[in-house]
């Protein structure tokens, strides 16, 4: 069973640029989740979908963070512009159900550097 | 969602068992109990799930009191590739609950040789 793809892996971007990060889930996961992960912490939740419905978008920074999930498969997320605090890994995951306790299949990132 | 705390770190040396504790005193009726691992530079990857009793499965147990009000999760003979954060999560499997999911900082376990 292939994984949660994400691509780029790495990217490096001077602040008040754009940059937007693509997921493609597990086949059948009906839940996506987009996460932002802040070196030392655990994941912060940032969005979450059910097909392409969204569940929770409550941390999400909407002045300058954008997600979609059309058709109820793949997922981008944008920021624009970014700032530097917005240096991390930004991290995929799906889940078979809604519930937040199902198993979550994570990607394996992609790390955002602002300069 | 019930908040859960559990050690910052732990240290442990190859062969032990290790048990890292998580205290989750507002848990509700219908949440599990789950425990994710993640190593450097991947994302967090699912150990186990219980909802009370024990569970155990082909790399750790996991026990939960009666009272739900904590959990521990059992490593046993860890190893130098068992060095990693541990995360315990609280929350409803079905249904979908509102409110954001919280992972918190998690245990860093350091295996030594």
């Known amino acids: 069973e292939a994984g949660v793809a994400q691509s780029p892996r790495y990217k490096i971007i001077e602040k008040r640029q754009s940059v937007a990060f693509w997921c493609n889930p597990i086949?059948?996961?009906?839940?996506l989740y987009w996460y932002q992960q802040i070196l030392g912490q655990g994941p912060k939740l940032l969005i979450q979908?059910?097909?392409?419905?969204?569940?929770?978008d409550s941390q999400l920074p909407k002045d300058r963070f954008s997600a979609e999930r059309l058709k109820g498969v793949d997922s981008t997320l944008k920021i624009q512009p970014a700032k530097l605090e917005d240096s991390a890994v930004y991290l995929c995951?799906?889940?078979?159900?809604?519930?937040?306790?199902?198993?979550?299949?994570f990607g394996p990132g992609t790390r955002l550097t602002v300069l | 969602l019930a908040k859960t705390t559990q050690p910052i770190s732990m240290d442990s040396y190859e062969g032990q068992e290790v048990n890292i504790t998580c205290s989750h005193n507002?848990?509700?009726?219908?949440?599990?109990i789950t425990w994710y691992q993640q190593f450097p530079s991947q994302g967090p990857r699912f150990i186990i799930q219980?909802?009370?009793t024990k569970v155990t499965n082909e790399v750790a147990s996991l026990f939960i009191p009666a009272d739900r009000k904590s959990s521990t999760l059992s490593l046993p003979r860890v190893s130098l590739s068992d060095t990693a954060v541990y995360y315990c999560?609280?929350?409803?499997?079905?249904?979908?609950?509102?409110?954001?999911?919280?992972f918190g900082k998690g245990t860093k376990l350091s295996v030594k040789p």
């Open positions: 995951a799906s889940s078979l159900f809604r519930g937040r306790a199902d198993e979550q299949f």
């Open positions: 086949s059948g996961h009906a839940t």
């Open positions: 979908f059910q097909n392409n419905g969204v569940v929770d």
């Open positions: 507002n848990i509700a009726t219908n949440d599990y």
């Open positions: 219980g909802y009370k």
């Open positions: 999560l609280v929350g409803e499997r079905y249904g979908g609950s509102q409110g954001n999911l919280i």
